[in-house]
């Protein structure tokens, strides 16, 4: 009689065994808690074991993109940005936060040769793009000089606590950057609030905290620049890493029947072409964002020897052309798991 009782016995503690482990494999994040934000979507993730409520990271994280909106914003006329803009030669006093957005944005002109450029305003404008008139037809030659006279980040002027700009007519545009930075300010902001376990997305600029959960890293999916609804792989980020994307197919202008991407070259005064879309891994969101947006524009052989001096940049580009596909750095292929489709479309650089 003792052995049923027994078995008995030890089938329910098997049972309550494998249910305790089975709920553990069943905890997952939190579904995205998505929201409006520097004119794109935004959203917020918790892990599974995160101490600090989804409702007070959304909080945390909302306030302080509104917060940078309206020191930043192009489209506020009161931000610092805009009153800089309309400022002409004048100094403008501006805030810690603008101070240090600015200064970053001025390193990356200096380490990626031009190719990034705070003050491609006039330009990004003349070819219809934030808050230009969309153009009729092509800028013709001299409407291109004359707006290129009035590009160069060197021209900014930053001191303590005022910046001024040494040339009439120029227009700072942080659209390359300043999504990453709110992600990395929202991101301290919610590590303040104790939060461990996080992801942060602003229109593609993520940064994560922690995981998801303890057995697990976020992964996010790379989309396919071809095909809006589908992947090519995903990555998988390590905790405190940051992922950002800058392609041709979200934000275009057609100019007599052809697409021109919202991203330009300051070398040539024109939209880059031949560059469907860059995904960057990078310790934080603003070197992501900085990143991608210079990788699209000098491409894939002089950005993966620009990366030789930046260790810790990781990049995957996929050029507008057929055959499709994915070429990589060393270092991406390691975190990036191909759909089938892709996997044989996968080529590793040299370093
Ligand atoms: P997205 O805005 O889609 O995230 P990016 O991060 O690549 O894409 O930024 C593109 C924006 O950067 C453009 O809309 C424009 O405001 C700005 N931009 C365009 N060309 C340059 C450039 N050469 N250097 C710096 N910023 C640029
Ligand atoms: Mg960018």
Redesign the pocket.
Known sequence: MKHPVLNYGLIFCLCAVMAAVGCRGRQEATPPREFMAMG?LASIRTGADEMVSPETVEREVRAEFADLEGRLSIYRPDSEISRLNAAGTNPVAISPATRVILKQ?IH??EV?GG????T??P??RLWG??GGKVPRGLPDEKALEEARKRVGFQLIILDASRVAMREPGMFV?????A??YAVDCAWTRVQAEGGQNVLINL???MRVMGRPASDRLWRVGVRNPFDGDSVMGHLELVPGQAV????NY??FMMIEGHRYA?????RTSRP?EGMAG?TVLAPTATEA??W???L??VGIEAGQALLADHPGIEALWVPDREPHEIRVTPGLAKVFQPVPEWRGLLKINHP
């Open positions: 794109t944005a990356y002109g990626s190719a990034f450029d705070v491609i305003g330009l990004v793009f934030s545009d942080l659209g390359g950057i999504k990453g229109g593609g600029n950002a994307t800058s392609g979200e934000r919202h991203i330009l070259d300051p880059v860059v964002d900085a991608s947006t210079i699209f524009i």
